[in-house]
């Protein structure tokens, strides 16, 4: 990623892509454990949870008179467990692969071990931005909520079919166009985190303002995950949890080929999990170079070393470092 801002503010959609995926060569070994220990456990559980819930899903629908409080029991504890374990999962792959990038790119020596000492003080901060962004999230949802009940009984009065599914339309066209910008401003807003001295809703509000000018080329980024993301779920779970049998005429697949298939569709995943990591990642240096935001390697790799407890000066400008983040990366009371 050795680019001048000139060339990094000009960078398309393909380049971007392509800059991304050559980053792991400058340090294949830290990326491989990073790959092997965060982002292979990440991708099997999105995949796998559903070899567990979805036979108590079926016994629920094929009985929904009985009473099944002990399925919806065991149901919503995996629910939990399973979004506790993406949570966790996915900030620790964000961190570390942020934590890399930016290490490279001001020259810092990089590992596996240090970015296991970074990760406490990251993460913090990393939570704290993720907690905005449910709220954001909440929100939202529930005022497309009330706009879809609300509908549903001006509806039912008016008893209007076309006006209804034009409605529909709407605000499907709506929630996805909103869906695909909070995903933008958050992954954006984690980058921010980690780099720069701002978390939390500064943080939100920083992401916003750097894709001013880069929201299209985001947009296009994020829409293309969701859809490798779900095309790779559905394939997952009609071949491998449900044995390919859904089709009338089609006996399914055996068992071999169903780990075979289900081994690389994970795999698969692993690709596209941290693809997309390295461009959250990069994408950032972009946003920051065409607003002309001047990236200092050097305040950067002094803020690097505060998550590792290394001393370094006060960052300056854009970057500045307050007394409370001081301590915190180094663990101790003031």
């Not at 939570?127 to 709220?135: D, Q």
């Not at 170079?289 to 803020?303: G, W």
Request: overall charge positive; aromatic content about 12%.
């Amino acid at each position: 990623m050795d680019l001048s801002p000139e060339q990094l503010q000009n960078l398309s959609l393909p380049s971007i892509i392509k800059e991304s995926i050559s980053i792991p060569k400058r340090s294949a070994q830290t990326f491989y454990r990073i790959t092997l220990s965060l982002i292979l456990p990440l991708s099997f559980a999105i995949l796998a949870h559903s070899f567990i819930t979805h036979p108590i899903i079926k016994q629920l629908h094929e009985n929904p008179s009985a009473s099944h409080a002990s399925q919806w029991t065991k149901l919503l504890f995996y629910q939990f467990c399973y979004l506790v374990f993406l949570l966790a999962f996915s900030l620790l792959s964000t961190a570390a692969v942020v934590f890399t990038v930016a290490s490279l790119h001001t020259s810092k020596q990089v590992s596996f071990s240090s970015i296991i000492t970074a990760m406490p003080s990251i993460l913090r901060r990393l939570f704290v931005t993720f907690i905005w962004v449910f709220v954001s999230m909440f929100v939202y949802n529930a005022v497309l909520s009330f706009f879809v009940v609300l509908m549903l009984i001006v509806f039912e009065s008016k008893n209007s079919v076309a006006l209804f599914l034009v409605s529909v339309f709407v605000l499907s066209v709506f929630f996805l166009v909103v869906h695909v910008y909070l995903s933008a401003l958050w992954h954006l807003a984690s980058v921010i985190t980690v780099l720069e001295p701002i978390q939390g809703l500064k943080a939100l509000k920083k992401s916003y303002e750097l894709l001013k000018g880069k929201l299209r080329i985001a947009a296009v980024l994020v829409l293309g995950y969701l859809v490798i993301f779900g095309v790779v779920s559905s394939a997952f779970g009609s071949i491998v949890v449900d044995g390919g049998a859904t089709t009338k005429g089609h006996e399914g697949y055996g068992v071999f080929a169903r780990i075979v298939i289900g081994g690389v569709l994970i795999g698969v995943l692993v690709v596209v999990i941290l693809v997309g990591l390295l461009v959250q990642s990069l994408f950032y240096y972009v946003c920051k170079s065409y607003h002309n935001e001047r990236i200092d390697k050097s305040a950067l790799y002094n803020h690097l070393g505060g998550y590792l407890g290394e001393y370094y000066e006060p960052l300056k400008g854009n970057m500045q470092i307050d007394d409370s983040l001081e301590v915190e990366m180094k663990g101790g009371d003031v």
